[in-house]
């Protein structure tokens, strides 16, 4: 019995980011012209990763939440590499997160995790681009 009170309480806590995420996803894909995407995110121009990082950045939410938005950009035209980079971006780097981190570790600590996470992500997006 405690695995099924386990399962149920994290579906709970799952279940808002995830009408949250299929709700974006959707508004992205039926609301966001496919030229306002294709225009500025399906190009492989080497800005996209670094500005998809930084949009990323002020939101908050778990990595279940962000899968359908990213099948919504992935479907407008933007590069698997693209969108990946704004899932991790979304995940690890957010501003709530960084408030999070900043309890437990000095701006220091803090500013080099953020720099190594920034330079992973974005070199992530740039290889699957590259690849796919």
């Keep these: 019995m405690y695995w099924w009170n386990d399962g149920f309480k994290i579906t709970k806590e799952i279940f808002p980011y995830v009408v949250l995420g ?16 294709e ?56 501003l709530p997160m960084i408030l999070i981190l900043r309890k437990v570790m000095k701006w220091q600590l803090l500013a080099i995790f953020l720099t190594i996470t920034i330079i992973g992500i974005m070199f992530m997006g740039y290889l699957f681009n590259f690849i796919f």
Excluded: C, D
């Excluded at 950009?73 to 780097?93: D, E, N, R, S, Y």
């Design 39 to 94: 225009t500025y995110l399906s190009s492989r121009a080497w800005w996209t990763i670094p500005a998809v990082v930084l949009l990323g950045a002020p939101l908050y939410a778990n990595s279940v939440s962000v899968i359908p938005i990213m099948e919504a950009f992935v479907g407008k035209g933007v590069p698997l590499g693209t969108a990946l980079a704004f899932m991790t971006a979304i995940v690890t780097v957010s």
């Design 22 to 37: 299929v709700g974006l996803g959707a508004l992205i894909h039926g609301f966001v012209p496919a030229s306002f995407v």
